[in-house]
């Protein structure tokens, strides 16, 4: 321990694990006794612990540990905030430098209302159309640092009730802005409709997604295009607010239409080419491939592109994850029922991915999706598969004693 503080459980813990629990766990029980950590509930330093723990350090010898700083508290966010008129960049660049360095300090900045004022500053640089607007760039960071929960971004959204004009802006900064504050954009779209996207949102937010404008899905696809091999944290977020916006019909045929199906299928082919992919990564582009897939519009796009099929065989079975496997083979499903040619039958078997949905069903998988693969096996169950050399005859075997 570096920093002992007990809670008011009586638990005696190191500052940085408790409150990383506590802040970005979100959890709201004591570790070891389990009983409630009530909300704003204080964190009492333990100073005997703290010098018996410097004392043992001097006298063997190590590095003596430092008396804690005086720690930040929300007054000192407040009258922060009320500087921001006259020094904006010097204040902006104190609270990223702040919400940069503990969780506690991000507490503090939610408490004071930072979020608020972010938002303030990103809506009033976006309605005077000033893309380098002195501190849009460190607002942006800094809302992107303090990373609000579904709970502080509520609060946002109920001082600023037009929930369509900080998407508006912050689609705007995609087109105008470089890299980071691109990525930084993405991560507070996210955010964003996690929340107007959850059940506890009013229903004014909730209409949200609904009024998405073409120029949306095109920035958003647009910055799927775009090289983040070394971002895979922005793409996940960018791959995460299509997840949510796609279930809507009307936003499927806008992201069809900006070529989003094309783009995800590269992205997947990207990874999969990758020494560093991204389980999660292939679980999100499955996701939104299948919202996509549901629509007419959506699997023409998908069997239009080469490898489309491929890629989707190429991951069932190997990512490790029940939910790409799912999705990948619900991909499948919409395909051959509503758009099954026998060109379709000839591609899944040259990329051998019925003898993958035959695997499915003798693996461990999920009684649904079994009944999934076996309803895709029927629908070319003639003479066809019996005679292509790409059909496994063991495998063909098991699928006629499962059937």
């Not at 107007?196 to 949306?216: G, I, K, M, Q």
Request: glycine share 4%; aromatic share 6%; proline share 4%.
């Amino acid at each position: 321990m570096k920093d002992p503080v007990t809670a008011i459980t009586g638990i005696t813990y190191d500052r940085d694990s408790i409150e990383h629990w506590i802040f970005t766990g979100r959890n709201t029980t004591c570790p070891v006794t389990k009983q409630p950590l009530p909300a704003g509930s204080d964190l009492t330093p333990n100073h005997t612990l703290r010098r018996l723990i410097q004392s043992w350090c001097t006298c063997r010898g190590i590095d003596r540990i430092p008396t804690p700083k005086p720690l930040l508290d929300r007054f000192h966010v407040i009258k922060l905030l009320r500087r921001l008129p006259s020094d904006r960049l010097l204040v902006l660049r104190r609270l990223e430098t702040l919400a940069s360095e503990h969780d506690r300090n991000r507490r503090h900045l939610l408490d004071a209302g930072v979020p608020q004022a972010m938002v303030g500053i990103l809506l009033d640089s976006f309605d005077r159309r000033e893309p380098h607007a002195p501190g849009l760039h460190e607002a942006v960071r800094v809302l992107h640092l303090v990373r609000a929960g579904p709970v502080e971004m509520k609060l946002t959204l109920q001082q600023h009730h037009h929930i369509d004009r900080i998407v508006q802006a912050l689609t705007w900064l995609l087109e105008f802005s470089n890299n980071h504050v691109s990525y930084n954009a993405v991560s507070v779209m996210r955010l964003l409709f996690e929340e107007t996207c959850s059940s506890s949102s009013s229903n004014n937010n909730n209409t949200a997604t609904e009024r998405l404008s073409p120029d949306f899905f095109e920035k958003i696809v647009g910055f799927l295009r775009a090289d983040h091999r070394d971002r895979q944290q922005a793409v996940n977020s960018a791959l995460t607010v299509m997840l949510r916006v796609s279930p809507l019909g009307k936003n499927r045929v806008a992201m069809v239409e900006s070529g989003a199906v094309f783009e995800l299928v590269e992205l997947e082919l990207a990874a999969a080419g990758s020494l560093t992919e991204s389980r999660r990564t292939t679980e999100l582009v499955l996701g939104v491939l299948f919202n996509l897939c549901c629509c007419a519009e959506g699997r023409a796009e998908f069997l239009r592109h080469r490898a489309g099929v491929a890629v989707v065989a190429k991951r069932l079975m190997k990512a490790s994850s029940p939910a790409a496997d799912e999705r990948a083979v619900m991909i499948l499903s919409l395909v051959c029922k509503f758009s099954g040619t026998n060109a379709v039958l000839q591609e899944l078997l040259s990329v051998k991915a019925v003898a993958k949905l035959c695997v499915v069903l003798q693996s461990d998988a999920a009684a649904h999706l079994k009944e999934k693969v076996a309803e895709i096996l029927r629908l070319y169950s003639g003479e066809e598969w019996k005679s292509n050399p790409c059909m496994d005859t063991c495998l063909l075997s098991r699928y006629q004693y499962q059937s």
